[in-house]
């Protein structure tokens, strides 16, 4: 398994935006299962090289909520199984996701971590809830220096890929036009203290036509 095969693997079990992670389990199903760890790998390494804060704020204005760990983890997914042209796009330049994501339609799959796991248990019979394959994916061999600077070498980041984020009006149209202009974002400042701190901090309203109104804050990533 190299990365080769792991795009096109993606690549046939991609039937639309939201994708169906079922079909990525049956198709991983298939592989042996040194193929299945191989798989797993190097796709646990394109979700790390994905955690960047510039391409968090852009899953930030796709969900249109108040994004956390978990759905910034979801949304690193979700843009895997975008397919390989999609995802080394989004991380050259984060505001090209406007012209992969429909609007009202990025529902990522929480299913899409366990389509491996999954894979690895029907192939050897196991139940569901078996974590067998927790313990050989930490003891197969990782991936080679060799393999992880090839992967590497096909990412081009955006300049300001790691840009720390600020709660700050304009900066979200600044460095992400077609997202913001995408999903007809009208923001307004509104200042607001935290009745346990008392401490002050910035929400912006972000309203969408006339139906409705989310308010989020933004921070940057933890290195």
Known sequence: MNKEQFWEIIGRTKVSTNNTP??????LTRLEISDILRWEQIHNLYYSLAYKNKLYAAANIISQCCYSDDGFNQFRRWLIMQGKEAFLNAL?????????VEC???????????TAWKAYNRKLNLNAQDERFIAE???YSE???KERAEIESEILYADDIDIVLSNNDDSMFDFLPKLCGKYKYARTEKIIYNDSSNKRRTLYEIVEGAEKIK????YPLYT
């Open 22 to 27: 079922d079909l990525l389990t049956a198709e």
């Open 92 to 100: 050259r330049d984060p505001d090209s996701l406007a012209d992969v």
């Open 104 to 114: 009202e339609k990025y529902t990522p799959k929480k299913k899409i971590y366990y």
């Open 137 to 139: 994916l930490y003891k």
């Open 143 to 145: 991936i080679s220096e």
């Open 215 to 218: 308010s989020f804050s933004l």
